[in-house]
C-alpha cells in the first residue's frame, strides 16, 4: 500500500478513499487489537483507582479602586488591566494563602496529606544513599487546587479535589476565604506603610516649599523686578517700541515707493506727469483741463488767423503758462515725495535708536528674569508636589477606616455527593480513542517501513522489470496465507520458517498439476500468462532453455516452474523439466530412493541422459530429477561445467521448452552459474510478503549476463484483497472456476 499511495497521489488528489479503506482492511486487526488492549486498560485503571470528589466556590474579583478615595499608586486596589487581574489569580495558588489554609484546617495533622514515599523513590534513595525527596506540605496541599477564570467576567471558580467529599468542599472554601484575608491584611500593611512614608516625605517638602518661595521673593527685591500687567514695566515699553518701530518702518517703505517710482520715470527719459501722485493730483486735474480748453482755442483761432495774430499770441502766452503751472505742480509733488522719505526714515531711525537704549537698559534684567523663573518654576513644582502629597495622606488616612474589600464570595462550595474522578465513562470513551490512534499509527509504521512487492509499479519501479505473471493463492492454501499476510509484521521471515511452509504443502503431487488439472481457474490464467510472455518476449530469437530461480528460498519458484511444465506439455508442447536444486530436492516423484539417476549422475558421466530422464505417461513432460539423500557441495562447479552446457545444447535441440529450477540467487551461488548457460531467466517473488531489496540484489547478481533476467512473477497473489485494489488486476474473477 505504501508504494501505492506514493505512485497514485497526485496535487489535485492527495487523499483516496479507496487507498484507506484498503489500509484499514490490511491492518483492521492490529488496529481493533490495539484498540482493545488500550480500552481494556483504560477501563481497568477507571476501576481500581481511588475516587476523588471535587468542590467549586466561586469568588468575584473587584479590580476597580472604591470611589472614596484614589489610592490606587498605593493601595492593593486593581486596575482594568489584564495582567493585573492574572497577578490576582496566582494568589490564590500562593504559598501564603496555603500556609493560612494550612493553620485554619490544621492539615499538618491530617492523613490524607502525609506524605508517603513511593517505592520507586525508597529504592532510589538506597542507591544514592541520599533521603527521598519530597514535597513540602504547602505544594501538596495545592496539588487539589485549580483556579479558573471564567470568560468575559472576574469570577474566579475555586475547584478543590480530596479523597473526601467533605474535606473538598472545607478547603475549596477554605481557599477563598484566606485569599480574601491576605488580600485585606495585604491591603492594611500597604495603607500602614504608606501613611507613614507620606507623612514624613510631607515634612520634608513643607520646608523645601517655604524655602524655594522665600527665594523668589528676595530676588525680586534685589533686581527690583516688578510685575506690572503680567510682565516688567521695560517689557512692556519695549512691546510699544516694537509696535511704532513696525509702523514707521511701513510709512517708510511706502514713501521710498513712490521716491524709486518717479527715479525710473526720469531713467527712462519720460515725463513725470506719468507716475501715479500726478495723475491723482486734482490741481494738475484741473490745470490740464484748462490748457485742453486753451489747446482747441488756439487751433481754431490758428485756422481763422495767421500765426502773428495777437488773438492767436495771447492764447499761446495763456497755455505757456498753464503748462509751466502744471511743470510746477509735478515739481512740487516730486519736492513733497522725496521730502515724506527724508521725515519717515528720520522717525524710523528716531524710534530704532529708543529701542535700542531701553534694550541695553533691560539687558541685565532679561538675564535676572531667566533665573528668576527658574526659581519660580521650582517654587510651583514643590507646591504642586507638595498638596500631591498631602491629598494622597488624607485619601490613605480615609481608606485606612474602611474594614472590608470589594471582592467577595459568590457562591461557596457544598459537598460534592459524586466523585469527579475517574469519570468512568470518559475514561472509556478516551481509552477507545487513544486506542485508535496508537492502533492507526502502529499501522502506519509497519506500511510505512514495509517494502513488499504488490503491484506492477512496485516491480517495475524498484526492481526495473516487468511483471510476467501475478499468480494467485491456491484455494486450498488461502486461508493460511491470508493469516500469515495479517500476522506478517509478528512472524519472522527466516529461511526456515519458509523452508517448512514449503517442505509441508509443496510436496504435494497436486500442486505441481494444478493448473492442469484445472484449466478453468484463475491459478491456470496466470500460467497461461506467464507462458505467453515467455514464449513472445524473444520472437527473433526464441527461448528455448528457461531458469526459473527466487531472491531467498520459500517463494514458490517450484511450485511455479512445475506447473508452468505441465501447462505448456498439456498444450502440445515437447517439455523438459529439470531440477537443478541439489541442494534440497524437492520435485522427484520417489524422493527417498537412493537408486534414482538424476542430474548430477549425468553430469558426472555415470549415466547418460536418456537413462537419468523420466517421462510422465500420457503427456510430452520430461523431467529429470535431483540426486535425493547427497550431501553434495560442488553443485555450483557441476552447474557451470562444460558438461551441463552440452546438456541444455542438446536438450533445446530435442525439446521445445527446458525448464529448470534452480536453487535461491542470494543464499547459493547455482543460479547465478546457470544464468550464463541459459537463454532467459525469470525471477519468482511472494506477492506481499519478499521485500523489494531482496530481489533488487537478487537481479543485480543475475544481471552479470546482461538481457537474460526477462521480468518478474509474484506468486501467492491474494485474489480476494485484490477485489478491493483498484490498480490490482480484478476484473473478470467471475470467470474462473
Do not use: C
Not at 506540605?137 to 475547584?159: C, H, I, K, M
Not at 485742453?292 to 499761446?316: C, G, I, N, Q
Not at 528674569?369 to 494622597?392: C, D, G, P
Not at 517421462?615 to 540426486?627: D, K, R, T, V
Amino acid at each position: 500500500m505504501q508504494n501505492s499511495l506514493a505512485s497514485n497521489a497526485t496535487p489535485e488528489d492527495t487523499i483516496n478513499l479507496r487507498l484507506v479503506f484498503q489500509f484499514l482492511r490490511n491492518y483492521w486487526l492490529v488496529i481493533l487489537s490495539v484498540t482493545g488492549i488500550v480500552t481494556i486498560l483504560g477501563v481497568t485503571y477507571s476501576m481500581v483507582t481511588s475516587p476523588k470528589y471535587t468542590a467549586v466556590t466561586s469568588v468575584y474579583i473587584e479590580t476597580r479602586a472604591a470611589n472614596v478615595v484614589d489610592v490606587k499608586a498605593i493601595l492593593s486596589g486593581f486596575g482594568s488591566d489584564d495582567k493585573l487581574l492574572k497577578s490576582q489569580i496566582e494568589i490564590f495558588s500562593s504559598n501564603a494563602v496555603a500556609k493560612r489554609v494550612i493553620n485554619e484546617h490544621d492539615l499538618e495533622n491530617s492523613s490524607e496529606f502525609q506524605l508517603t514515599p513511593s517505592y520507586l523513590s525508597e529504592v532510589f534513595a538506597k542507591i544514592t544513599g541520599e533521603p527521598p525527596a519530597s514535597a513540602s506540605l504547602e505544594q501538596r496541599v495545592l496539588n487539589g487546587l485549580n483556579v479558573t477564570l471564567n470568560r468575559n467576567t472576574t469570577v474566579v471558580d475555586l475547584s478543590y479535589q480530596a479523597n473526601s467529599p467533605e474535606m473538598a468542599a472545607n478547603l475549596a472554601n477554605g481557599f477563598a476565604d484566606a485569599y480574601l484575608a491576605d488580600r485585606l491584611a495585604t491591603k492594611y500593611d500597604a495603607i500602614r506603610e504608606a501613611s507613614e512614608w507620606l507623612s514624613v516625605r510631607l515634612s520634608e517638602l513643607g520646608v523645601k516649599v517655604r524655602s524655594s518661595e522665600q527665594a523668589v521673593e528676595q530676588f525680586r527685591s534685589e533686581f527690583n523686578l516688578q510685575v506690572a500687567g503680567g510682565g516688567t514695566i521695560n517689557e512692556r515699553q519695549i512691546a510699544t517700541l516694537n509696535q511704532q518701530l513696525v509702523f514707521a518702518q511701513t510709512k517708510t517703505a511706502e514713501a521710498q515707493a513712490r521716491v524709486d517710482q518717479i527715479e525710473k520715470v526720469r531713467v527712462r527719459g519720460g515725463s513725470t506727469s506719468s507716475f501715479a501722485d500726478a495723475a491723482q493730483s486734482a490741481v494738475i486735474t484741473q490745470l490740464r483741463a484748462k490748457a485742453s480748453e486753451v489747446e482747441r482755442k488756439e487751433a481754431a483761432l490758428t485756422v481763422k488767423y495767421s500765426h502773428k495774430h495777437p488773438a492767436v499770441v495771447s492764447v499761446r502766452s495763456q497755455l505757456i503758462d498753464l503748462r509751466q503751472q502744471i511743470e510746477k505742480e509735478l515739481q512740487r509733488i516730486v519736492d513733497t515725495a522725496q521730502n515724506e522719505l527724508a521725515v519717515a526714515e528720520r522717525r524710523e531711525t528716531s524710534i530704532f535708536d529708543s529701542l535700542e537704549k531701553l534694550r541695553d537698559v533691560t539687558s541685565t534684567e532679561n538675564h535676572a528674569q531667566v533665573y528668576l523663573r527658574e526659581l519660580v518654576r521650582e517654587a510651583a513644582a514643590n507646591r504642586t508636589l507638595y498638596e500631591s502629597f498631602l491629598a494622597r495622606l488624607k485619601e490613605t488616612q480615609e481608606f485606612e477606616k474602611m474594614d472590608s474589600v470589594s471582592s467577595r464570595v459568590l457562591s461557596r462550595a457544598e459537598i460534592p455527593s459524586l466523585a469527579s474522578f475517574p469519570n468512568k465513562r470518559l475514561f472509556l470513551v478516551v481509552s477507545l480513542v487513544l486506542g485508535l490512534i496508537i492502533g492507526t499509527l502502529l499501522a502506519l509504521i509497519i506500511e510505512l517501513f514495509d517494502s513488499t512487492l504488490k503491484t506492477k509499479e512496485d516491480v517495475e519501479s524498484r526492481i526495473g522489470l516487468p511483471l510476467f505473471s501475478q499468480v494467485p493463492l491456491i484455494d486450498h492454501y488461502a486461508i493460511k496465507s491470508r493469516m500469515t499476510s495479517i500476522f506478517g509484521f509478528l512472524m519472522a521471515k527466516s529461511p526456515r520458517t519458509q523452508r517448512n511452509y514449503k517442505s509441508s504443502h509443496a510436496l504435494n503431487k497436486g500442486i505441481f498439476k494444478f493448473a492442469s488439472a484445472n484449466p478453468l481457474s484463475h491459478y491456470a490464467e496466470s500460467i497461461r500468462e506467464l507462458r505467453s510472455r515467455v514464449k513472445f518476449s524473444r520472437l527473433d530469437n526464441p527461448i528455448k532453455t528457461l531458469l526459473i530461480t527466487s531472491a531467498i528460498p520459500g517463494e514458490g519458484k517450484s511450485t511455479i516452474s512445475r506447473n508452468l511444465a505441465h501447462y505448456t506439455a498439456k498444450a502440445g508442447e515437447r517439455v523438459l523439466f529439470i531440477d537443478a536444486d541439489m541442494r534440497r530436492q524437492i520435485s522427484a516423484d520417489a524422493p527417498g530412493d537412493p537408486k534414482e539417476k538424476s542430474l548430477a549422475d549425468v553430469l558426472t558421466g555415470k549415466v547418460t541422459f536418456a537413462e537419468a530422464t523420466k517421462h510422465e505417461e500420457g503427456s510430452n513432460l520430461y523431467y529429470l530429477p535431483a540426486p535425493s539423500h547427497r550431501e553434495l557441495w560442488e553443485t555450483a562447479e557441476l552447474l557451470s561445467s562444460k558438461a551441463m552446457k552440452t546438456l541444455l545444447d542438446g536438450a533445446s535441440k530435442s525439446f521445445d521448452l527446458v525448464i529448470i529450477d534452480s536453487p535461491p540467487t542470494l543464499p547459493l551461488i547455482d543460479s547465478r552459474v546457470l544464468s550464463h548457460v541459459v537463454d532467459a531467466t525469470v525471477l519468482v517473488a511472494s506477492w506481499n510478503h519478499t521485500d523489494g531489496g531482496l530481489v533488487e540484489q537478487a537481479k543485480d547478481l543475475l544481471d552479470q549476463t546482461p538481457g537474460k533476467t526477462l521480468g518478474v512473477i509474484l506468486n501467492n497473489f491474494d485474489v480476494s484483497k485484490a477485489k478491493l485494489n483498484k490498480h490490482q488486476a480484478s476484473y473478470g474473477y467471475g470467470y474462473y472456476k
